[in-house]
């Protein structure tokens, strides 16, 4: 265990500012949820139409266009998907069965911002029934949080059919699955779910549609090792990434937007870290999915412990990920501190530690499967011993505040950092690309910019997420958890 925490502080300039003129070349690291939503802005923006826009990830078919033809009318949401659709990370936390989509949240900038990306789920963002508005309850144990008051005020002011839960009795009444949720709250029946899997699909498709009929758009398969660097007169400054075979593919603009994978290539540690969460998966019958219909999506800010009513099980499956069983599935998974993994990485020219994700991503360990199973008993007692038929951890990318990182790096020219997620990013699938490009400009709006940008403060040793959503153990490392086998000792706040 690591001891309490002492935050420090190191010093950083200000943001770089942005250039007047549109770069003729950007490299984009990474084709998850803020790569692959920024890559489609550059690309459906008149401003960026003589700049070459590459994608890079080691999960996409590569493919690129020189056309100059243009795109007229380009589809307001992605075509559905299709078995061909882009290969993914099976890795990635974009790429799942379901994701949740709710504009609950304690800051009312989020909120907002969230309620207008659901806009665009409920109007089949992402593929057709790619969204499910289940509703979802947000739950404590005693003694309240402050989080979820200020989320159900925020919600209510949206004008969202939100509901008062005073007592165990009506969460559980709410619920509907015979079990228990916790024992106060409030559920909100215009939130809901998205099936990522299937989402991210669908945007990929339309990526390649997209880079085929409007060009000036690369996707290129491939891992970046690492970044180029030149030295200047001033600051240094990134020209691009060089891959782990040695290539490089340079770029005016470099935006690293690699998720839980970005403290591999810039040194973030104290700014935002990667830490693994547990999920697991449970098969239903379609009886058992029938009985669950009415289900909302159920979240304990107490304990972290989430479920997700049903999908069907082929539904996100990524490739090499343990197979599953059965029809439906459904998802018990847990948003808390989450696991570390410190690993000696090499990011900006010497070797450092810091956690980024294993290279092994199941089985969970046998606390994180323990947590899974009490929860499902709790809420869910007649598949509650039902054993799980796959497991997996995900990766987040948090950052000490769970605001995201979009801003240009204070100390390398040429370097803009699109990421930390702080597993909350998703949900903001249909409207981040357009954001982040703002941040490139200099354009974004003044609050958002505040939240985001490069954070002067290092809080070294990292403490977690400290958003107000997360609970439980600040301190575990992955490794050592795989290696127990009892039970843990008491938690350590």
Partial sequence: ?????????????????????????????????????????????????????????????????????????????????????????????????????????????????????????????????????????????????????????????????????????????????????????????????????????????????????????????GKAGGLVFREGKGRRRVVGARLDDGEEIRADLTIVAAGAWSGALVDLRGRAEARGQVVAYVSVTDEERERLKDMPVVLNLSTGMFAIPPVDSMSGLSPGQEGRTGDWVVKVARHAFGYANPTIVKPEGEDIV?????????????????????????????????????????????????????DYHPEYEGLFLATGGSGHGFKFLPVLGDKIVAAVEGALEEELAGLWRWPGEQVLPFRGCEDGSRMGDRWMVLEEEWKRKGERGRSML
């Fill in 354 to 406: 810091a956690s980024v994700p294993a290279k092994v991503f199941s089985p969970i360990p046998e606390e994180g499967k323990r947590a899974c199973r009490s929860f499902l008993q709790q809420t869910i007692p007649w598949l509650g011993d039902r054993p799980f038929c796959s497991t997996r951890i995900c990766w987040y990318t948090d950052t000490p505040t769970g605001n995201f990182l979009i």
């Fill in 1 to 221: 265990m690591a001891p309490p925490s002492t935050s420090t502080s190191t010093s950083t300039s200000t943001s770089t500012t942005h250039n007047s003129a549109p770069p003729n070349s950007i490299l984009i690291i990474g084709a998850g949820v803020f790569g692959l939503s920024t890559t489609l802005s550059l690309l459906l923006n008149p401003a960026y139409a003589r700049a070459t826009i590459t994608l890079l990830d080691p999960h996409l078919p590569s493919s690129s266009s020189s056309s100059s033809s243009s795109l007229d009318d380009p589809p307001p949401q992605p075509p559905s998907p299709s078995p061909a659709a882009s290969a993914q990370n099976p890795h990635a936390a974009s790429v799942d069965s379901s994701r949740i989509i709710r504009p609950d949240y304690a800051l009312p900038a989020y909120a907002q911002l969230a309620a207008r990306a659901q806009g665009k789920w409920r109007g089949g963002y992402g593929g057709e029934d790619v969204y499910r508005e289940s509703g979802i309850v947000l739950s404590v144990e005693k003694g309240g949080s402050e989080y979820v008051e200020r989320a159900m005020g925020n919600a209510e002011r949206l004008g969202c059919p939100v509901q008062g839960l005073a007592g165990e009795e009506s969460v559980s009444r709410v619920l509907g699955t015979g079990g228990v949720g916790g024992e106060s709250g409030y559920v909100n029946w215009g939130s809901g779910w998205a099936d990522a899997g299937r989402a991210m699909e669908g945007c990929g498709g339309w990526l390649r549609e997209v880079v085929e009929r409007r060009g000036g758009g690369v996707l290129r398969r």
